[in-house]
């Protein structure tokens, strides 16, 4: 036989084989794949039947997290402790203690983020970092201290950038951790 004859043959068995077998996408997925609450339709498919979607708690919803820096921001210590941020007001009386220009950056943030803050939770914002480098908003973690809640945030691997204004990050982070 000649390769060209053989070409058509194996496209119809590769067919066939994908027919057979399903994609490797249905492969992946479970819910293709026939499962003991599934059904068959009318045409002789199985279908699976809808699940309900499990609730959760409101402590097991994943937090929001942001980082706000700016250049020329640093001024005064880094916070101790976080400032819960139960609303607009507080985000502007908050924003108003920070430098120049981490105000707006800060305030724009903050307020998108608190309307995705999941129930049970609270928003708070800290003081974490002064650096040429901004961290990596998914380090930033919370913790207790005495009645306070703490942000930390892992800082930037050093890179020996030498830079003429630090930058100064502000974590945000909604928790469930109770205080007092």
Do not use: N
């Not at 068995?13 to 339709?41: F, I, K, N």
């Not at 309307?115 to 800290?126: E, I």
């Amino acid at each position: 036989m000649h390769p060209t004859r053989l070409l058509p043959l194996a496209l119809a068995a590769t067919a066939l084989l994908v027919t057979a077998c399903g994609t490797s996408d249905e492969a992946s997925d479970p819910a293709a794949s026939p499962t003991p609450s599934a059904s068959s339709s009318p045409s002789g498919t199985t279908e699976p039947k809808p699940q309900p979607e499990p609730s959760r708690p409101p402590s097991s919803e994943k937090p929001v997290r942001g980082l706000v820096s700016a250049g020329g921001a640093a001024e005064g210590d880094l916070e101790r402790t976080a400032t819960p941020l139960p609303d607009a007001a507080a985000i502007k009386a908050y924003a108003a203690t920070l430098g120049t220009s981490l105000q707006e950056p800060f305030a724009t943030k903050a307020t998108s983020l608190l309307g995705q803050v999941p129930a049970g939770q609270r928003l708070y914002a800290q003081t974490v970092y002064d650096g040429c480098e901004a961290p990596d908003p998914a380090t930033i973690t919370a913790s207790t201290s005495g009645s306070d809640v703490v942000l930390h945030v892992t800082p930037p691997k050093s890179t020996k950038i030498q830079c003429l204004v630090a930058e100064r990050s502000v974590a945000l982070l909604s928790t469930d951790i109770p205080v007092g």
